[in-house]
C-alpha cells in the first residue's frame, strides 16, 4: 500500500507541474488537464476484477487487451505530449556562435 500512495503522489506532482504557471481561466483548460491526465493516462488496472482499461500503466506492464488499441488510443499520447508543449514557457532561442574572420 505504501508503494501505491508513493506513486500517486508521484503523478500527482507530475500533473501538477505540467499546469501550475497557468490561470485557471486559461484557454488551456490546467485543471482540466489535470484532472485527464490522472484519470486517464495514470489510471489504474485490476487484474483480479479484469479491469484492464488502456492507459500508461496496462500498456507499460503488458496487461493491456489487444482489442483496445486503435487509432484513437494511438493518438491520445501525441495529443497529451501536444499539451504540455503548450503549457511550459517558450524561451528565446540561444545565441549563434561568432566565427572570428
Known amino acids: 500500500m505504501h508503494n501505491l500512495l508513493n506513486r500517486k503522489a508521484g503523478q ?5 507541474s505540467v499546469v501550475k504557471n497557468h490561470d485557471a481561466r486559461s484557454p488551456l483548460l ?3 488537464f489535470k484532472e485527464y491526465i490522472l484519470a486517464c493516462y495514470f489510471k489504474d488496472f485490476d487484474l483480479e476484477t479484469g479491469n484492464l482499461s488502456l492507459a500508461r500503466h496496462s500498456v507499460a ?3 493491456s487487451n489487444a482489442a483496445d488499441y ?3 488510443s494511438a493518438t491520445v499520447p501525441f ?3 501536444d499539451q504540455i508543449y ?4 517558450i524561451t528565446s532561442a540561444p ?3 561568432v566565427f572570428p574572420p
Open 95 to 97: 545565441e549563434p556562435p
Open 12 to 16: 500527482k506532482r507530475l500533473a501538477e
Open 61 to 63: 506492464h503488458g496487461v
Open 79 to 81: 495529443l497529451i505530449l
Open 86 to 89: 503548450y503549457f511550459h514557457p
Open 30 to 32: 490546467p485543471e482540466k
Open 70 to 72: 486503435n487509432e484513437i
